[in-house]
C-alpha cells in the first residue's frame, strides 16, 4: 500500500500530539458513554434484543444473533441494568479504533493515529451508547478490512506462505461473524468483490480464502433459516420492502445525513485538498473501496428507503482513514481535529441542556407518550398489573419494554407489526387458553378487535406523567379462535415463504396447521 503526502516534519509538536490526545479522548468519550448509557431508559429495540439474550438461540425472527450473544455474555458478569445490556455498545469505539491502529499503522503511524483521533471526535461516538444489531457488525467489519489491509500490505512487501494467508482467514473470520450481526455485512463484502476484480487480480487466492473463512458464519444462518421457516430471508428481502416506493426525498435525506455524519470541517478540507483526496483515493485503492462502494449502495438504496443513520457505520470510520492519509501535514489535521472537537463541544452541551430539562416539559413533543412509556414502564406495569392477569401488548416495542420493567416476559397479542415478529417464533398462545389477559397500549386501541378471542372484553385508561395510556382487558381467551382469526392472517402475511425453498421446520407454522408450511 503506497503512502500519500508525508507529514511536515517542520511541526513536531504537531506530531506528538495525536499520541496525547489519544488516551485524553479515549478516556473521556469511554467516560461521557457510561454515563449515556446509565441515564437513559431502553429503547423498545434495545429491551428487544435483551429478550433475545434472555431465549438465546443461534438465530432470531428478523436479524442474525450476534448482539443477543454480546448481551447474553454481560449479563452473568454484570447483571440486567442499562448500561450492563450497553456496555458493549460503550466500549465499541475503543475496539474499531484499535481495528484502525492495528490496520494501517504500518503503513504510517501518525496518520493512523490521526485517523483515530478524528473518528473518534466524532459526535456519534460520544452521544451513541445504544445497543443495536449494528453495534457488533461495526467491529467485525472494522476488523475484517483491518485484517485484509495488512494481508495486502504483506502481499505487496513479497509475503507468501502461511504468513501471508493467515491475514486474509483472519479477515473471513471477521467477516463471517459480521455476517453474523446484521446482513448489511455483504456490502463490506461487495466493496472486496471491487477491489480484487479491478485492482488486485494476482491476490485473488488471498480473496479465496477470506470467502473460505467467512462460510462458518454464513453456514449457521442458512441452517438456522432452515429450520425457522427462512424469516430472515423473508423480513429482509421482501416483508419489510413491500410499501418501498421511489423518492427524491429519501435520497436528498440520505445526502443530508452522510454530510452531517462526515462533517462540515471535513468536507471543507475534502474541498481543499482535493486533489490529493483524488490522489489518495486512487493509490489507497482498497480502503477507497471499503469507504466508498458500500456508501454508494445505500445511495441506490436510498431512492426506495429511507437510509438509517446506523445503518452506515460499519463503513463510517474508513472515510477518516481516507482523510488522514490525504490531509498533507500535521497542521491540517490539527485543523480538522479542532474543527471537529468544536462541532463535538455544542452537541455535548446540547446533550446536558437536554438532560437536565424534566419529562414534563416535553409533554407538547409529538411522541411524549413513548418517552413517558420508556422512563415510567416499571410505574405504568405496577398500575397494570393484578392477581391472575396475563400482562401483554399489542406491539413489539412496548411489549419488550414493559416485560422489562416487569422482569418477566410480555407477548404481543394481536397482529403486531412487520418488525421484530419474535414471538411468532417462541410463544405458544395456547398457554393462554381461558385467561384474563390486559393488553397494554401506548394509543387508544379497537376493543372490537379483541372481541372474537374473548368472552368479555372492557378498555380500562390510566395516567402516568401526564399522558393517557390504554389496556385492553379481555377474560376467558379462546386460543383456536385467536389461532384462525389471528395466526392464520398472520401467516397469510408474513410465512408465505416460496414453495421452492426447503424447509425443515417452522414453530409458529406447526403450532397453525401442524407442518413446517402451512400455504
Known sequence: ????????????????????????????????????????????????????????????????????????????????????????????????????????????????????????????????????????LILWAAWSAAAMARAEQAASQGRTGWALHKLYALSGLFMGAAFLSKYFAVLLGVAYV???????????????????????????????????????????????????????????????????????????????HRQALGQVARRQALLTCMAVVPLLLFGLMSAKKVIGLHWVMGFYPFIFLLFAWALPDGKSMARAAKGLGLILALHLVASVVLAVLGLHQWQHFKYYHRLVEAARSEQMVQQVRAPGVVLASNGYSSAAIFGYAAKAHVPVLGMGSVHARQDDLIVDYSQFEGKTIRVMATREP???????????????????????????????????????????????????????????????CERLCGKARCN
Open 1 to 136: 500500500m503506497s503512502d500519500s503526502p508525508s507529514l511536515a516534519s517542520s511541526h513536531p509538536l504537531v506530531l506528538s500530539s495525536p499520541a496525547r490526545w489519544l488516551w485524553l479522548v479515549a478516556l473521556a468519550s469511554l467516560g461521557w458513554r457510561w454515563w449515556v448509557s446509565a441515564a437513559l431508559p431502553l429503547t423498545g429495540d434495545e429491551a428487544l434484543f435483551y429478550w433475545w439474550a434472555r431465549y438465546l438461540d443461534y438465530g432470531y425472527y428478523d436479524h442474525p444473533p450476534m448482539v443477543a450473544w454480546w448481551i447474553a455474555a454481560m449479563r452473568p458478569l454484570f447483571g440486567d441494568a442499562a448500561w450492563a445490556v450497553r456496555l458493549p455498545a460503550t466500549l465499541l469505539p475503543l475496539g474499531v479504533g484499535w481495528a484502525m491502529w492495528w490496520g494501517w499503522s504500518p503503513v504510517n503511524r501518525e496518520r493512523a493515529a490521526w485517523a483515530v483521533l478524528l473518528y473518534w471526535l466524532t459526535p456519534v461516538n460520544w452521544l451513541n451508547a445504544l445497543i443495536a444489531t449494528d453495534t457488533p
Open 194 to 272: 471491487v477491489y480484487f476484480m479491478l485492482f488486485a487480480r494476482p491476490h485473488w487466492r488471498g480473496f479465496l480464502m477470506m470467502v473460505l473463512f467467512a462460510l462458518p458464519g454464513a453456514a449457521v444462518n442458512l441452517v438456522w433459516n432452515l429450520n425457522h421457516c427462512w424469516t430472515n430471508i423473508m423480513f429482509n428481502l421482501f416483508n419489510r420492502n413491500e410499501d418501498a416506493v421511489a423518492s427524491w426525498d429519501t435520497v436528498f435525506s440520505y445526502v443530508g445525513m452522510m454530510a452531517y455524519l462526515i462533517s462540515p470541517v471535513l468536507l471543507w478540507m475534502g474541498w481543499r
Open 446 to 508: 379497537s376493543v372490537d378487535d379483541y372481541r372474537p378471542y374473548f368472552d368479555q372484553v372492557r378498555l380500562l385508561t390510566f395516567q402516568q406523567d401526564g399522558a393517557t395510556f390504554y389496556a385492553v382487558e379481555g377474560v376467558n381467551f379462546h386460543y383456536a379462535i385467536y389461532k384462525d382469526v389471528v395466526m392464520a392472517e398472520v401467516n397469510r402475511r408474513y410465512y408465505n415463504f416460496p414453495a421452492w425453498l426447503p424447509v425443515r421446520g417452522c414453530a409458529f
